[in-house]
């Protein structure tokens, strides 16, 4: 082969190699996630002192949604009653491992706040609130308050702790979080002493 034609293959190429990387940067760069995706998997700082006892907030993080029951001193005695009617009372179950600082009967690091995923363990659906106690349409006359799923009817009570013979194999998960102040949760981030 000449030279020449040698110089002309060897400049063709490297202009194709260039030309090829030139379009391929910004198509692998469109493969990184967005900034609110990352914004969205990252730790998230929730202020919880709009919560009254009594009521919930949720909270939209890694896409599911976050409760945060503020819960009253009424509503911690009757843990003790369903204790024996839950199916798994101190959170040993693995299906849905709760952290080691939650497996408690108010499963959470203060017994007043209680932070859970909101989705059902059995099919995904997203619970329903019923804190009032007492006889209720597809309840027990027993009922003590919690949370009623209604697609197939699991009920939980006010740990979100699924009671025996319900279609949900699990408690609600407890995700990783810890308190920065008085009023002020991170989620994505467990306490750093337990």
């Known amino acids: ?51 009254a006892p009594g009521e919930k907030k949720t909270v939209l993080w890694r896409g599911q949604p976050i409760w945060f029951l503020h819960r009253t001193p009424e509503m911690l005695a009757t843990l003790k009653l369903t204790d024996a009617l839950v199916a798994d009372p101190l959170s040993k179950g693995t299906d849905y491992p709760t952290p080691a600082w939650a497996r408690n009967r108010w499963r959470s690091i203060r017994p007043e706040m209680l932070v859970v995923v909101g989705i059902c363990t059995h099919l995904g659906c997203s619970p329903v609130n019923r804190f009032r106690p007492g006889p209720q349409p597809s309840l027990p006359a027993d009922w003590q308050g919690g949370f009623l799923c209604p697609c197939h009817g699991s009920e939980f009570d006010l740990a979100a702790r699924v009671f025996k013979n319900m279609p949900a194999p699990a408690n609600l998960p407890v995700p990783p979080y810890r308190y920065t102040g008085p009023h002020r949760i991170v989620l994505g981030e467990a306490p750093t002493s337990a």
């Not at 040698?6 to 063709?12: E, F, Y």
């Not at 760069?29 to 002192?49: H, M, Q, T, W």
């Open 1 to 51: 082969m000449d030279s020449q034609r040698r110089i002309w293959l060897v400049a063709t190429g490297t202009a194709g190699c260039v030309a090829g990387c030139g379009a391929a940067a910004p198509f692998v760069g469109s493969l990184a996630p967005s900034a609110k995706a990352r914004a969205e998997g990252g730790p998230l700082e929730v202020d919880v002192s709009d919560v």
